[in-house]
Each structure stands twice: as structure tokens, then as C-alpha cells.
């Protein structure tokens, strides 16, 4: 199984190396990296041999696409996951979306001059009411017959 998935390289971590019951040398280096997702995700990769050599081409923070394949096994009666990458390349950058062209792009309204004096508010005497009008000011419909047309 295949995959790759792309982020932000967050975290190299140091090369470790051993010699295998066969007698065999191996070496091994793992990275962490960021998925740049709404809500981002840090995922533990490791590489294994000669491939240790390609996480020297990139700097933290850089972003990288990474090829991995998924690897689990039993010791004990428990299950342990590897994320085994296999091939590191850099990624192109988001794209910030734009408009299309066509589309007519204004600027914001000028911003207000500051007031130099605080805004005149008018206080309204306590428990007033307006005056009512007087009846005859009605018509027949209930209506005033103040209207200019």
C-alpha cells in the first residue's frame, strides 16, 4: 500500500543506528510533519538505510509531500504502526485564491476622521409623554388629514 500525504516538516529527529540479531547494520531517522487542514494533524514518520539521507535536503518548516506505506506488527500481544516513508519532494506552496478577471475590485471606504468632541446627546425629560392630538384632527377613517396628497 502506497500513500502520501503533505504538510509542514516540523521536527527532525536524531539518526538512530544498531546492528540486527542477523548481524546486519541498519540505521533509521525519523521526522515529524504538520498537515495543514482545518484541524492540523502531527504524524511521526521514519526512514529507513541510505533514505535517511534525503530528509538533509529539507529545513523545518519547510513543506514537504512525503510517499510512506503503513506497516503494523504484533510483539507481545500488541500492535505497533509504522509509517515508513520511502520517497520525500518538496510541495508547491497553497495557492491563495483569486478573483477572476472581469471582476471589479474596490477599496475599502476611507475611515472616519476621529471626533475631537464627544457627540451631543439629547436627554428626554423623565415620565413625559408626547402630546395627544385633538379628535377633530381625525377623519372618518381614523386618519389624520394631514397628508400632502
Known amino acids: ?21 542477523t548481524g546486519n547494520n541498519w540505521m533509521k531517522q525519523e521526522f515529524v510533519i504538520e ?7 502531527k504524524i511521526c514518520a521514519n526512514l529507513w538505510g541510505d533514505k535517511t539521507d534525503m530528509l538533509n535536503q529539507f529545513a523545518e518548516g519547510q513543506l514537504v509531500k512525503v510517499s510512506f506505506d503503513l506497516e503494523s506488527r504484533e510483539f507481545n500481544g500488541k500492535w505497533y504502526t ?13 495557492q491563495i485564491p483569486t478573483m477572476p478577471a472581469g471582476y471589479m475590485q474596490t477599496t475599502p471606504p476611507p475611515a472616519a476622521p476621529a471626533a475631537t468632541q464627544p457627540a451631543y ?3 428626554a425629560p423623565a415620565n413625559t409623554l408626547p402630546d395627544m ?11 389624520t388629514d394631514d397628508l400632502p396628497f
Open 133 to 143: 392630538p385633538d379628535e377633530d384632527t381625525f377623519t372618518d377613517s381614523g386618519m
Open 35 to 41: 498537515t495543514q487542514e482545518q484541524y492540523p494533524r
Open 82 to 94: 509504522d509509517v515508513k516513508a520511502w520517497k520525500l519532494e518538496p510541495a508547491a506552496e497553497p
Open 1 to 21: 500500500m502506497s500513500l502520501e500525504i503533505t504538510g509542514k516538516l516540523i521536527q527532525k529527529l536524531a539518526v538512530q543506528q544498531g546492528v540486527s540479531k
Open 121 to 123: 446627546i439629547p436627554s
